[in-house]
């Protein structure tokens, strides 16, 4: 089954226009990193962020997590025409202590221009 | 550096024929998976192998499939006569992982994927 689910499943915004993906996951980690994928073939790690972060920037990406609520967020500022791709979330599993993720649908982006 | 790389990136085949996957994990990467992204499914984990450990194969969905990973480098996940819903892009990546001299495991979770092999089985 699917730890993490993102929110909203679909988002189109204007170029310039600030994006927000939401994350939501089941069980205790590690950590929690967000990923990029175009045109449904390999994905690109955007940012990785611990258990005991709560907050972390690259770029004009930020991350955040509470793991009280069990969530993330990943804000794009200032968004391009080249940010249009699907983001997903990955965790881990800091019961089972495995290195597999696991992953949610996804949130398709839409830069219009 | 060479990224991960796949091959090949694209496959069809019949119903019922084996096919192979080939994955070239990032160089001095002891960590590897296999996951598998059907449309309407999203992202599946399948294998781990860890350095000389015993994979993780609880990702699987069937017997059909299985993978090997030689020489601590290259991987080839097999799936054996192939169902149409084995139909997917089957995508692999690698992360290093080291073990410090005081036996503290120190590792780097973040996996880097390859572009994967888009598989249709006809």
């Known amino acids: 089954s699917q730890q993490g689910e993102e929110d909203p499943q679909a988002l189109s915004i204007q170029e310039g226009e600030n994006a927000t993906m939401n994350c939501s996951y089941k069980t205790s980690i590690n950590n929690l990193q967000w990923y990029r994928q175009n045109s449904g073939r390999g994905l690109v790690h955007l940012i990785l962020i611990r258990s005991n972060e709560r907050e972390k920037h690259s770029g004009r990406l930020r991350v955040t997590l509470d793991t009280s609520k069990k969530s993330s967020s990943l804000l794009i500022t200032a968004s391009r025409a080249a940010d249009t791709a699907s983001y997903f979330c990955a965790t881990d599993d800091a019961v089972q202590g495995a290195q597999k993720l696991v992953f949610g649908q996804g949130t398709r982006l839409t830069i219009n221009p | 550096g060479a990224g991960v790389s796949q091959s090949p990136s694209n496959k069809v085949t019949e119903k019922g024929k084996d096919v192979e996957l080939r994955c070239d994990p990032i160089?001095?990467?002891?960590?590897l998976y296999w996951y598998r992204q059907s449309l309407g499914q999203g992202l599946e984990f399948l294998i781990y192998f860890q350095g000389n450990s015993a994979p993780d194969k609880s990702g699987l969905p069937s017997d059909r499939f299985s993978a090997e990973r030689t020489g601590g480098s290259v991987s080839t996940l097999t799936i054996q006569r192939t169902q149409q819903e084995d139909s997917a892009v089957y995508l692999c990546?690698?992360?290093?992982?080291?073990?410090?001299?005081?036996?503290?495991?120190?590792?780097?979770?973040?996996?880097?994927f390859g572009p994967g092999t888009r598989l249709l089985v006809l």
């Open positions: 990546a690698s992360s290093y992982r080291t073990l410090r001299t005081s036996g503290v495991p120190t590792y780097q979770e973040t996996q880097y």
């Open positions: 160089s001095g990467h002891t960590a």
